[in-house]
Protein backbone atom coordinates (compact mmCIF):
# COMPACT_ATOMS: atom_id res chain seq x y z
CA UNK A 1 0.00 0.00 0.00
CA UNK A 2 2.86 2.52 1.17
CA UNK A 3 6.33 3.18 -0.95
CA UNK A 4 8.88 1.76 1.31
CA UNK A 5 8.61 5.35 3.55
CA UNK A 6 12.10 6.01 5.57
CA UNK A 7 10.97 9.25 7.63
CA UNK A 8 8.71 8.05 10.78
CA UNK A 9 6.47 10.69 10.71
CA UNK A 10 5.03 10.38 7.51
CA UNK A 11 4.35 6.24 7.79
CA UNK A 12 2.36 7.53 10.90
CA UNK A 13 0.21 10.00 9.07
CA UNK A 14 -0.02 7.53 6.11
CA UNK A 15 -0.96 4.52 8.87
CA UNK A 16 -3.58 6.90 10.97
CA UNK A 17 -4.71 8.22 7.64
CA UNK A 18 -5.80 4.94 6.82
CA UNK A 19 -7.40 3.70 10.32
CA UNK A 20 -9.74 6.40 9.67
CA UNK A 21 -10.68 4.98 6.22
CA UNK A 22 -11.48 1.85 7.14
CA UNK A 23 -13.63 2.80 10.88
CA UNK A 24 -15.49 4.45 7.82
CA UNK A 25 -15.55 1.98 5.54
CA UNK A 26 -16.96 0.01 8.59
CA UNK A 27 -19.64 2.16 10.54
CA UNK A 28 -20.74 2.55 6.63
CA UNK A 29 -21.28 -0.96 6.59
CA UNK A 30 -23.07 -1.23 9.72
CA UNK A 31 -25.20 1.88 9.30
CA UNK A 32 -26.50 0.99 5.70
CA UNK A 33 -26.94 -2.73 7.00
CA UNK A 34 -28.78 -1.81 10.06
CA UNK A 35 -30.41 0.80 8.05
CA UNK A 36 -32.21 -1.76 5.34
CA UNK A 37 -32.91 -4.22 7.67
CA UNK A 38 -34.96 -1.67 9.48
CA UNK A 39 -36.76 -0.85 6.84
CA UNK A 40 -37.44 -4.48 5.77
CA UNK A 41 -38.47 -4.69 9.45
CA UNK A 42 -41.24 -2.08 9.02
CA UNK A 43 -39.22 -0.04 11.87
CA UNK A 44 -38.73 2.90 9.81
CA UNK A 45 -40.12 3.60 6.55
CA UNK A 46 -39.39 6.79 4.09
CA UNK A 47 -42.52 8.55 4.04
CA UNK A 48 -42.51 12.06 1.75
CA UNK A 49 -38.68 12.06 1.84
CA UNK A 50 -39.18 12.01 5.13
CA UNK A 51 -37.71 9.32 7.93
CA UNK A 52 -40.26 8.38 10.41
CA UNK A 53 -39.81 5.54 12.83
CA UNK A 54 -37.30 4.04 15.21
CA UNK A 55 -34.20 2.29 13.69
CA UNK A 56 -34.90 -0.64 16.88
CA UNK A 57 -32.86 -2.98 15.67
CA UNK A 58 -29.80 -1.04 14.61
CA UNK A 59 -29.83 0.33 18.33
CA UNK A 60 -30.05 -2.51 19.48
CA UNK A 61 -27.53 -4.26 17.91
CA UNK A 62 -25.12 -1.28 19.26
CA UNK A 63 -26.46 -0.95 22.45
CA UNK A 64 -25.45 -4.58 22.93
CA UNK A 65 -21.94 -4.74 21.48
CA UNK A 66 -21.79 -1.61 23.29
CA UNK A 67 -21.66 -3.11 26.64
CA UNK A 68 -19.69 -5.86 25.78
CA UNK A 69 -17.43 -3.60 25.08
CA UNK A 70 -17.71 -1.14 27.76
CA UNK A 71 -17.38 -4.53 29.96
CA UNK A 72 -14.00 -5.87 29.08
CA UNK A 73 -12.92 -2.10 28.61
CA UNK A 74 -13.24 -1.30 32.14
CA UNK A 75 -12.36 -4.77 33.79
CA UNK A 76 -10.10 -5.82 30.55
CA UNK A 77 -6.17 -5.61 31.70
CA UNK A 78 -7.04 -7.02 35.05
CA UNK A 79 -8.47 -10.11 32.79
CA UNK A 80 -6.09 -10.66 30.17
CA UNK A 81 -3.54 -10.54 32.64
CA UNK A 82 -4.82 -12.99 34.77
CA UNK A 83 -5.41 -15.40 31.67
CA UNK A 84 -1.63 -15.34 30.24
CA UNK A 85 -1.01 -15.59 33.82
CA UNK A 86 1.24 -12.65 34.39
CA UNK A 87 2.94 -11.52 37.65
CA UNK A 88 4.12 -8.03 38.26
CA UNK A 89 8.07 -7.43 37.92
CA UNK A 90 10.01 -7.16 41.12
CA UNK A 91 12.73 -4.38 41.15
CA UNK A 92 14.43 -6.81 43.58
CA UNK A 93 15.73 -8.86 40.87
CA UNK A 94 18.32 -6.68 38.90
CA UNK A 95 17.21 -8.80 35.43
CA UNK A 96 13.41 -7.25 36.43
CA UNK A 97 14.53 -3.93 37.35
CA UNK A 98 16.41 -3.59 34.05
CA UNK A 99 13.23 -4.05 32.25
CA UNK A 100 11.09 -1.57 34.46
CA UNK A 101 13.90 0.86 33.49
CA UNK A 102 13.23 0.38 30.07
CA UNK A 103 9.77 0.90 30.65
CA UNK A 104 10.37 4.05 32.69
CA UNK A 105 12.59 5.24 29.93
CA UNK A 106 10.24 4.98 26.82
CA UNK A 107 7.59 6.22 28.99
CA UNK A 108 9.94 9.54 29.77
CA UNK A 109 10.37 9.11 25.31
CA UNK A 110 6.74 9.30 25.02
CA UNK A 111 6.02 11.75 27.37
CA UNK A 112 3.30 9.12 29.13
CA UNK A 113 2.40 8.04 32.75
CA UNK A 114 4.39 4.74 33.75
CA UNK A 115 3.07 1.48 32.89
CA UNK A 116 2.15 -1.53 35.31
CA UNK A 117 5.02 -4.09 34.45
CA UNK A 118 4.44 -7.75 34.20
CA UNK A 119 5.84 -10.73 33.09
CA UNK A 120 5.11 -14.23 31.74
CA UNK A 121 7.02 -17.20 32.46
CA UNK A 122 7.50 -18.26 28.97
CA UNK A 123 11.06 -18.88 27.25
CA UNK A 124 9.09 -17.69 23.41
CA UNK A 125 10.28 -13.98 23.34
CA UNK A 126 7.16 -11.70 23.05
CA UNK A 127 5.06 -8.67 24.58
CA UNK A 128 2.03 -6.98 24.71
CA UNK A 129 0.30 -3.52 26.18
CA UNK A 130 -3.11 -3.32 27.58
CA UNK A 131 -5.46 -1.20 29.26
CA UNK A 132 -8.20 1.39 28.64
CA UNK A 133 -6.27 4.63 28.68
CA UNK A 134 -2.35 5.41 29.22
CA UNK A 135 -3.42 6.51 33.29
CA UNK A 136 -4.56 2.39 32.94
CA UNK A 137 -2.46 0.45 31.44
CA UNK A 138 -0.07 -2.22 32.07
CA UNK A 139 2.57 -3.48 29.71
CA UNK A 140 3.88 -6.96 29.67
CA UNK A 141 6.80 -9.10 28.66
CA UNK A 142 8.10 -12.77 28.49
CA UNK A 143 10.76 -14.24 30.40
CA UNK A 144 11.82 -15.18 27.02
CA UNK A 145 12.01 -12.06 25.78
CA UNK A 146 14.32 -10.88 28.98
CA UNK A 147 16.57 -13.57 28.39
CA UNK A 148 16.65 -13.19 24.64
CA UNK A 149 17.58 -9.36 23.67
CA UNK A 150 19.81 -6.93 24.93
CA UNK A 151 18.94 -3.35 26.44
CA UNK A 152 18.96 -1.66 22.67
CA UNK A 153 16.26 -4.05 21.53
CA UNK A 154 14.04 -4.22 25.04
CA UNK A 155 13.85 -0.41 24.10
CA UNK A 156 12.54 -1.26 20.78
CA UNK A 157 9.98 -3.59 21.69
CA UNK A 158 8.75 -1.82 24.39
CA UNK A 159 8.59 1.51 22.28
CA UNK A 160 6.44 -0.38 20.02
CA UNK A 161 4.15 -1.54 22.93
CA UNK A 162 4.16 2.09 24.48
CA UNK A 163 3.04 3.59 21.18
CA UNK A 164 0.14 1.58 21.80
CA UNK A 165 -0.57 2.81 24.53
CA UNK A 166 0.06 6.07 23.45
CA UNK A 167 -1.93 5.41 20.39
CA UNK A 168 -5.02 4.24 22.48
CA UNK A 169 -4.89 1.07 19.90
CA UNK A 170 -6.32 -0.54 22.65
CA UNK A 171 -9.34 1.76 22.89
CA UNK A 172 -9.72 1.77 18.91
CA UNK A 173 -9.84 -2.06 18.39
CA UNK A 174 -12.24 -2.16 21.02
CA UNK A 175 -14.38 0.16 18.62
CA UNK A 176 -13.82 -1.84 15.64
CA UNK A 177 -14.98 -4.71 17.93
CA UNK A 178 -18.44 -3.09 18.61
CA UNK A 179 -18.80 -2.59 14.90
CA UNK A 180 -17.96 -6.00 14.00
CA UNK A 181 -20.13 -7.47 16.71
CA UNK A 182 -23.31 -4.80 16.12
CA UNK A 183 -22.67 -6.27 12.15
CA UNK A 184 -22.73 -9.71 13.03
CA UNK A 185 -25.83 -9.42 15.32
CA UNK A 186 -27.45 -7.72 12.52
CA UNK A 187 -27.26 -10.12 10.05
CA UNK A 188 -28.65 -12.68 12.46
CA UNK A 189 -31.34 -10.58 13.11
CA UNK A 190 -31.97 -10.59 9.20
CA UNK A 191 -31.97 -14.71 8.76
CA UNK A 192 -33.73 -15.20 12.07
CA UNK A 193 -36.22 -12.81 10.70
CA UNK A 194 -36.44 -14.19 6.94
CA UNK A 195 -37.05 -17.84 9.03
CA UNK A 196 -40.01 -16.20 10.74
CA UNK A 197 -41.33 -14.67 8.26
CA UNK A 198 -40.71 -17.01 5.39
CA UNK A 199 -38.84 -14.38 3.44
CA UNK A 200 -41.44 -12.31 2.88
CA UNK A 201 -39.99 -9.44 5.16
CA UNK A 202 -41.51 -8.42 8.23
CA UNK A 203 -43.81 -5.61 7.11
CA UNK A 204 -46.48 -6.32 9.76
CA UNK A 205 -44.87 -5.85 12.74
CA UNK A 206 -44.20 -2.27 14.38
CA UNK A 207 -45.57 1.01 12.59
CA UNK A 208 -46.32 -1.26 8.81
CA UNK A 209 -50.11 0.67 9.52
CA UNK A 210 -50.73 0.78 5.85
CA UNK A 211 -48.67 -0.95 2.67
CA UNK A 212 -47.10 1.52 0.77
CA UNK A 213 -48.27 -0.46 -1.97
CA UNK A 214 -44.88 -1.11 -3.91
CA UNK A 215 -44.32 -4.68 -3.99
CA UNK A 216 -41.92 -4.69 -6.55
CA UNK A 217 -39.86 -2.25 -3.58
CA UNK A 218 -40.14 -4.57 -1.15
CA UNK A 219 -38.60 -7.32 -2.85
CA UNK A 220 -35.68 -5.86 -4.13
CA UNK A 221 -35.28 -4.61 -0.28
CA UNK A 222 -35.18 -8.30 0.78
CA UNK A 223 -32.68 -8.94 -1.49
CA UNK A 224 -30.39 -6.20 -0.65
CA UNK A 225 -30.90 -6.59 2.56
CA UNK A 226 -29.87 -10.42 2.41
CA UNK A 227 -27.02 -10.18 0.39
CA UNK A 228 -25.85 -7.34 2.35
CA UNK A 229 -26.02 -9.42 5.63
CA UNK A 230 -24.54 -12.40 4.12
CA UNK A 231 -21.33 -10.04 3.07
CA UNK A 232 -21.58 -7.58 5.64
CA UNK A 233 -19.59 -9.95 8.50
CA UNK A 234 -16.88 -11.15 6.24
CA UNK A 235 -15.86 -7.49 5.28
CA UNK A 236 -16.35 -6.21 8.50
CA UNK A 237 -14.23 -9.07 9.72
CA UNK A 238 -11.67 -8.57 6.91
CA UNK A 239 -11.63 -4.48 8.04
CA UNK A 240 -11.32 -5.34 11.44
CA UNK A 241 -8.38 -7.51 10.66
CA UNK A 242 -6.85 -4.72 8.15
CA UNK A 243 -7.56 -1.85 10.88
CA UNK A 244 -5.20 -4.12 13.43
CA UNK A 245 -2.46 -4.30 10.89
CA UNK A 246 -2.29 -0.87 10.25
CA UNK A 247 -2.05 -0.19 14.07
CA UNK A 248 0.78 -2.62 14.03
CA UNK A 249 2.78 -0.85 11.38
CA UNK A 250 2.23 2.63 13.24
CA UNK A 251 3.38 0.92 16.33
CA UNK A 252 6.70 0.02 14.59
CA UNK A 253 6.96 3.45 13.24
CA UNK A 254 5.95 5.36 16.63
CA UNK A 255 8.89 2.87 18.04
CA UNK A 256 11.79 4.51 16.07
CA UNK A 257 9.99 7.59 16.89
CA UNK A 258 10.50 7.28 20.69
CA UNK A 259 14.08 5.31 20.65
CA UNK A 260 15.34 7.77 17.30
CA UNK A 261 16.49 3.75 16.33
CA UNK A 262 15.28 1.49 13.96
CA UNK A 263 17.97 -0.82 14.13
CA UNK A 264 16.69 -1.47 17.99
CA UNK A 265 13.37 -2.75 16.95
CA UNK A 266 14.90 -4.24 13.69
CA UNK A 267 17.36 -6.51 15.67
CA UNK A 268 14.48 -7.61 17.55
CA UNK A 269 12.07 -8.49 14.90
CA UNK A 270 14.99 -10.03 13.50
CA UNK A 271 15.73 -12.36 16.87
CA UNK A 272 12.02 -13.57 17.07
CA UNK A 273 11.72 -14.50 13.34
CA UNK A 274 14.27 -17.18 14.30
CA UNK A 275 12.05 -18.66 17.20
CA UNK A 276 10.80 -21.90 16.48
CA UNK A 277 8.25 -22.11 19.39
CA UNK A 278 4.85 -20.50 19.97
CA UNK A 279 4.17 -19.00 22.78
CA UNK A 280 1.92 -21.22 25.04
CA UNK A 281 0.10 -18.50 26.45
CA UNK A 282 -1.41 -17.14 23.77
CA UNK A 283 -5.06 -17.85 23.61
CA UNK A 284 -7.56 -16.98 20.88
CA UNK A 285 -8.54 -13.84 23.20
CA UNK A 286 -5.41 -12.25 23.53
CA UNK A 287 -3.09 -13.20 20.61
CA UNK A 288 -4.06 -10.14 18.97
CA UNK A 289 -2.35 -7.83 21.54
CA UNK A 290 1.38 -9.40 21.42
CA UNK A 291 3.86 -7.72 19.57
CA UNK A 292 3.74 -10.80 17.21
CA UNK A 293 0.98 -13.09 17.52
CA UNK A 294 2.22 -16.38 18.85
CA UNK A 295 -0.45 -18.55 17.26
CA UNK A 296 0.07 -17.51 13.34
CA UNK A 297 3.64 -18.96 13.60
CA UNK A 298 6.47 -16.91 12.97
CA UNK A 299 8.46 -18.81 10.35
CA UNK A 300 7.80 -18.19 6.44
CA UNK A 301 5.23 -15.49 7.71
CA UNK A 302 4.73 -14.61 4.00
CA UNK A 303 2.10 -17.14 3.73
CA UNK A 304 -0.03 -15.61 0.30
CA UNK A 305 -2.88 -12.93 -0.28
CA UNK A 306 -5.18 -14.61 1.86
CA UNK A 307 -3.98 -15.79 4.99
CA UNK A 308 -2.41 -12.65 4.75
CA UNK A 309 -5.89 -10.71 4.82
CA UNK A 310 -6.95 -12.42 8.27
CA UNK A 311 -4.35 -11.96 9.90
CA UNK A 312 -3.72 -9.71 13.12
CA UNK A 313 -0.28 -8.90 12.24
CA UNK A 314 1.65 -7.73 9.06
CA UNK A 315 3.63 -10.32 7.87
CA UNK A 316 7.21 -10.35 9.84
CA UNK A 317 9.50 -10.21 6.72
CA UNK A 318 7.17 -6.99 5.92
CA UNK A 319 7.79 -5.20 9.25
CA UNK A 320 11.45 -5.91 8.70
CA UNK A 321 11.55 -4.46 5.48
CA UNK A 322 10.25 -1.24 6.77
CA UNK A 323 12.54 -0.67 9.67
CA UNK A 324 15.50 -1.64 7.35
CA UNK A 325 14.44 1.54 5.06
CA UNK A 326 14.15 3.54 7.78
CA UNK A 327 17.39 2.55 9.18
CA UNK A 328 19.14 3.04 6.03
CA UNK A 329 17.94 6.62 5.91
CA UNK A 330 18.87 7.02 9.42
CA UNK A 331 22.54 5.25 8.82
CA UNK A 332 23.99 8.81 8.59
CA UNK A 333 23.15 9.20 11.73
CA UNK A 334 24.93 8.56 15.17
CA UNK A 335 26.22 5.63 15.76
CA UNK A 336 24.12 4.13 19.19
CA UNK A 337 26.82 2.00 21.81
CA UNK A 338 25.57 -0.73 23.35
CA UNK A 339 25.02 -1.10 26.76
CA UNK B 1 -31.03 36.71 8.03
CA UNK B 2 -28.05 38.34 7.42
CA UNK B 3 -27.50 39.47 11.07
CA UNK B 4 -27.81 35.85 11.95
CA UNK B 5 -25.03 35.01 9.70
CA UNK B 6 -22.53 37.57 10.87
CA UNK B 7 -23.84 36.44 14.46
CA UNK B 8 -22.50 33.12 13.59
CA UNK B 9 -19.47 33.94 12.05
CA UNK B 10 -18.55 36.30 14.83
CA UNK B 11 -18.61 33.57 17.23
CA UNK B 12 -17.11 30.87 14.94
CA UNK B 13 -14.16 33.30 15.06
CA UNK B 14 -14.09 33.79 18.08
CA UNK B 15 -14.28 30.15 18.98
CA UNK B 16 -11.32 29.47 16.87
CA UNK B 17 -8.83 32.22 18.64
CA UNK B 18 -9.84 30.86 21.99
CA UNK B 19 -9.00 27.61 21.17
CA UNK B 20 -5.47 28.50 18.94
CA UNK B 21 -4.71 30.73 22.34
CA UNK B 22 -5.33 27.80 24.77
CA UNK B 23 -3.45 25.40 22.28
CA UNK B 24 -0.39 27.48 22.69
CA UNK B 25 -0.42 27.90 26.36
CA UNK B 26 -1.06 23.97 26.52
CA UNK B 27 2.37 23.78 24.28
CA UNK B 28 3.90 26.61 25.79
CA UNK B 29 3.31 24.94 29.54
CA UNK B 30 4.27 21.20 28.21
CA UNK B 31 7.50 22.89 27.23
CA UNK B 32 8.44 23.81 30.46
CA UNK B 33 7.42 20.80 31.83
CA UNK B 34 9.48 19.00 29.88
CA UNK B 35 11.93 21.04 31.10
CA UNK B 36 11.73 20.16 34.20
CA UNK B 37 11.72 16.54 34.03
CA UNK B 38 15.41 16.72 32.43
CA UNK B 39 16.28 18.11 35.57
CA UNK B 40 14.71 15.95 37.55
CA UNK B 41 16.85 13.40 35.77
CA UNK B 42 20.02 15.09 36.49
CA UNK B 43 19.26 15.48 39.92
CA UNK B 44 18.73 12.13 40.53
CA UNK B 45 21.81 11.47 38.72
CA UNK B 46 23.29 13.76 41.20
CA UNK B 47 22.47 12.06 44.03
CA UNK B 48 23.70 8.67 42.75
CA UNK B 49 27.14 9.21 41.99
CA UNK B 50 28.56 9.66 45.61
CA UNK B 51 27.17 5.55 46.07
CA UNK B 52 28.68 4.32 43.13
CA UNK B 53 31.87 5.96 43.56
CA UNK B 54 32.00 4.51 47.63
CA UNK B 55 31.14 1.01 45.55
CA UNK B 56 33.35 0.54 43.30
CA UNK B 57 36.64 3.10 44.59
CA UNK B 58 37.53 -0.36 46.79
CA UNK B 59 38.02 -2.40 43.69
CA UNK B 60 39.57 0.52 41.20
CA UNK B 61 42.99 2.03 43.21
CA UNK B 62 44.29 2.22 40.13
CA UNK B 63 41.48 4.69 38.45
CA UNK B 64 41.94 7.05 41.03
CA UNK B 65 42.18 9.92 38.29
CA UNK B 66 38.61 8.74 36.27
CA UNK B 67 37.15 8.63 39.65
CA UNK B 68 38.11 12.12 40.79
CA UNK B 69 37.44 13.34 37.50
CA UNK B 70 33.41 11.97 38.18
CA UNK B 71 33.52 13.44 41.77
CA UNK B 72 34.53 16.95 41.06
CA UNK B 73 32.40 17.44 37.83
CA UNK B 74 29.23 16.28 40.16
CA UNK B 75 30.38 19.00 43.13
CA UNK B 76 30.84 21.71 40.23
CA UNK B 77 27.19 20.41 38.47
CA UNK B 78 25.60 20.93 42.10
CA UNK B 79 27.40 24.07 43.63
CA UNK B 80 26.83 25.65 39.84
CA UNK B 81 25.54 29.59 40.28
CA UNK B 82 24.02 30.12 36.76
CA UNK B 83 22.71 28.03 34.28
CA UNK B 84 25.49 28.27 31.90
CA UNK B 85 28.44 26.86 34.07
CA UNK B 86 25.94 24.54 35.61
CA UNK B 87 24.90 22.81 31.74
CA UNK B 88 28.73 23.07 31.48
CA UNK B 89 29.54 20.87 33.89
CA UNK B 90 26.55 18.74 33.38
CA UNK B 91 28.09 17.56 30.52
CA UNK B 92 31.47 16.96 31.58
CA UNK B 93 29.84 14.84 34.03
CA UNK B 94 27.92 12.78 31.23
CA UNK B 95 31.89 12.44 29.49
CA UNK B 96 33.22 11.40 33.00
CA UNK B 97 30.44 9.06 33.65
CA UNK B 98 30.42 7.79 30.49
CA UNK B 99 34.66 6.73 30.93
CA UNK B 100 33.85 5.54 34.44
CA UNK B 101 30.88 3.04 33.38
CA UNK B 102 33.66 1.88 30.50
CA UNK B 103 36.95 1.41 32.61
CA UNK B 104 34.29 -0.63 34.98
CA UNK B 105 34.37 -3.56 32.38
CA UNK B 106 37.76 -3.86 33.13
CA UNK B 107 37.31 -4.97 36.71
CA UNK B 108 35.41 -8.51 36.09
CA UNK B 109 35.67 -8.85 40.21
CA UNK B 110 33.12 -5.94 39.98
CA UNK B 111 30.42 -8.24 38.29
CA UNK B 112 30.58 -10.37 41.39
CA UNK B 113 29.43 -7.43 44.03
CA UNK B 114 25.62 -7.21 43.65
CA UNK B 115 25.29 -3.55 44.70
CA UNK B 116 27.78 -2.54 41.85
CA UNK B 117 25.62 -4.16 39.44
CA UNK B 118 22.66 -2.54 41.07
CA UNK B 119 24.06 0.99 40.96
CA UNK B 120 25.26 0.23 37.66
CA UNK B 121 22.24 -0.22 36.10
CA UNK B 122 21.00 2.98 38.07
CA UNK B 123 23.41 5.15 36.49
CA UNK B 124 22.73 3.60 32.94
CA UNK B 125 19.06 4.08 33.07
CA UNK B 126 19.78 7.60 34.43
CA UNK B 127 22.04 8.38 31.70
CA UNK B 128 19.17 7.29 28.89
CA UNK B 129 16.63 8.70 31.13
CA UNK B 130 18.31 11.98 30.18
CA UNK B 131 19.07 11.97 26.69
CA UNK B 132 14.97 10.77 26.49
CA UNK B 133 14.04 13.99 28.89
CA UNK B 134 16.20 15.86 26.39
CA UNK B 135 14.60 14.62 23.29
CA UNK B 136 10.99 14.85 25.03
CA UNK B 137 11.81 17.92 25.36
CA UNK B 138 12.68 18.72 21.71
CA UNK B 139 10.04 17.37 20.66
CA UNK B 140 7.56 19.60 22.56
CA UNK B 141 9.79 22.49 21.22
CA UNK B 142 9.16 21.73 18.04
CA UNK B 143 5.48 21.05 18.15
CA UNK B 144 4.95 24.80 19.84
CA UNK B 145 7.55 26.24 17.48
CA UNK B 146 5.54 24.98 14.91
CA UNK B 147 2.26 26.29 16.23
CA UNK B 148 3.79 29.65 16.53
CA UNK B 149 5.10 30.05 13.40
CA UNK B 150 2.86 28.64 11.09
CA UNK B 151 -0.50 30.53 9.50
CA UNK B 152 -3.23 31.19 11.10
CA UNK B 153 -1.71 30.51 14.36
CA UNK B 154 0.99 32.66 14.37
CA UNK B 155 -1.74 35.10 13.99
CA UNK B 156 -2.29 34.23 17.74
CA UNK B 157 0.88 33.82 18.93
CA UNK B 158 2.27 37.10 17.34
CA UNK B 159 -0.67 39.29 19.17
CA UNK B 160 -0.35 37.77 22.70
CA UNK B 161 3.45 36.94 22.92
CA UNK B 162 4.13 33.44 22.54
CA UNK B 163 7.65 32.83 20.66
CA UNK B 164 9.42 30.34 19.42
CA UNK B 165 11.36 28.04 22.66
CA UNK B 166 14.87 27.19 22.17
CA UNK B 167 16.12 23.44 21.13
CA UNK B 168 18.21 22.06 23.59
CA UNK B 169 21.95 21.06 21.71
CA UNK B 170 23.98 19.26 22.66
CA UNK B 171 27.39 20.42 23.00
CA UNK B 172 30.66 18.33 20.65
CA UNK B 173 31.29 16.78 24.13
CA UNK B 174 28.27 15.49 24.49
CA UNK B 175 28.90 13.67 21.05
CA UNK B 176 32.28 12.24 22.39
CA UNK B 177 32.61 8.60 22.79
CA UNK B 178 35.54 8.54 25.69
CA UNK B 179 38.28 7.26 25.10
CA UNK B 180 39.03 3.76 26.88
CA UNK B 181 42.45 1.61 26.12
CA UNK B 182 41.13 -1.19 23.98
CA UNK B 183 44.05 -3.29 24.88
CA UNK B 184 42.54 -3.82 28.25
CA UNK B 185 39.28 -4.72 27.86
CA UNK B 186 37.24 -6.48 25.38
CA UNK B 187 33.73 -4.94 24.31
CA UNK B 188 34.48 -0.76 24.79
CA UNK B 189 31.35 0.33 26.47
CA UNK B 190 31.41 3.95 26.59
CA UNK B 191 28.21 3.51 28.68
CA UNK B 192 24.85 4.79 28.24
CA UNK B 193 22.57 3.99 25.14
CA UNK B 194 20.21 5.76 24.77
CA UNK B 195 18.89 8.27 21.91
CA UNK B 196 21.02 10.98 19.63
CA UNK B 197 19.90 13.93 20.40
CA UNK B 198 17.45 14.84 17.98
Known sequence: ????????????????????????????????????LDCWAGSVAIVNGRLVGFPVLTVAALAFGTVQALTSFYAGASLVLMSVHAHPLSPDSIEHKTVLDVISEMAIASRLPVPAGYVIDDPSPNAFATGRDPHHSAL??????????????????????????????????????????GIAMLSDFVFRMMFFTGGRGGRGGRGGSS?????????????????????????AQLVAMAVSRQREYLADASSVEFTRNPRALLR???????????????????????????????????????????????????RIERLRAMAGAAQAAAQIPQT | MTSVVILVLVLAIA???????????????????????????????????????EAVKGYMQFERETLTQVVEARAKAVS????????????????????????????PQLKADENVLKLQEELTTTENQISFARQAYNDVVLALNTRVETFPSNLIANNFGFHAAEYFKGGPE??????????????SEPGASGAPHA
Open chain 1, 1 to 36: MSPAATDFRALETTNRRQTVVLVAVMMTILVALGFL
Open chain 1, 140 to 181: CVTQGLIDQMDREELQGVIGHEMSHIADYDIRTMMMVAVMVG
Open chain 1, 211 to 235: DRGDNGGGALLAVAVIVLAAVAPII
Open chain 1, 268 to 318: ALEKIAQVESPLKEGTAGTAHLFIVNPREGLKDDDEGFFDNLLSTHPPLNK
Open chain 2, 15 to 53: GWIASAYNSLVSLRNQVANAWRQIDVQLKRRHDLIPNLV
Open chain 2, 80 to 107: APDQGSRMAAETQLTTGLGKLLAVMENY
Open chain 2, 174 to 187: DQAVPKVNLSMSTP
